[in-house]
């Protein structure tokens, strides 16, 4: 699932990708509906490919989301928690005890916390693979 959901360097928010044309990508914006093309300049990241870094290996960022679905159930962070960054801190410990706090910034908890909360407003709560989604069918 993650694999088509897109982080745009220098715009906000999320995008879904939709189509991939000969020199861009047709994405639509996960809060506004509203469908632009990407162009080869901008930085596009798949949230597939991303992960976190923890005192052992680094773990999937699929794997941490379904981690704070799991502590939030389901429900979004509210916006004191993401003004405060002791508290995000304090609360990503408790989602992943083992990440590495040299390497990962308050700005990165900040950054998967507002996806988060982007992602479960979309409608998208299962943030496993493929092969994950359809082990119930």
Do not use: C
């Given at each position: 699932?993650?694999?088509?959901?897109?982080?745009?360097?220098?715009?906000?928010g999320l995008?879904r990708?939709?189509?991939?044309?000969?020199?861009?990508?047709?994405?639509?914006?996960?809060?506004?509906?509203?469908?632009?093309?990407?162009?080869?300049?901008?930085?596009?990241v798949?949230?597939?490919?991303?992960?976190?870094f923890?005192?052992?290996?680094?773990i999937?960022?699929?794997?941490?989301?379904t981690?704070?679905?799991q502590?939030?159930?389901?429900?979004?962070?509210?916006?004191?928690l993401?003004?405060?960054?002791?508290?995000?801190?304090?609360?990503f410990?408790?989602?992943?005890?083992?990440?590495?706090?040299?390497r990962?910034?308050?700005?990165d908890?900040k950054?998967l916390?507002?996806?988060?909360?982007?992602?479960?407003?979309?409608g998208?709560?299962?943030?496993?693979?493929?092969?994950?989604?359809?082990?119930?069918?």
């Amino acid at each position: 699932m993650l694999k088509t959901i897109l982080s745009v360097s220098g715009k906000p928010g999320l995008y879904r990708l939709l189509s991939q044309g000969k020199n861009n990508l047709i994405v639509e914006s996960l809060q506004t509906g509203q469908r632009i093309p990407i162009h080869p300049k901008d930085r596009v990241v798949s949230l597939g490919d991303i992960s976190m870094f923890t005192d052992a290996e680094d773990i999937a960022l699929s794997e941490v989301l379904t981690r704070v679905h799991q502590r939030q159930s389901g429900a979004p962070f509210t916006d004191d928690l993401l003004k405060d960054g002791d508290a995000l801190r304090s609360v990503f410990a408790e989602i992943l005890p083992s990440y590495d706090r040299d390497r990962v910034y308050t700005s990165d908890i900040k950054k998967l916390f507002t996806w988060y909360n982007i992602l479960v407003s979309a409608g998208i709560t299962s943030f496993g693979e493929a092969e994950e989604d359809t082990r119930d069918h």
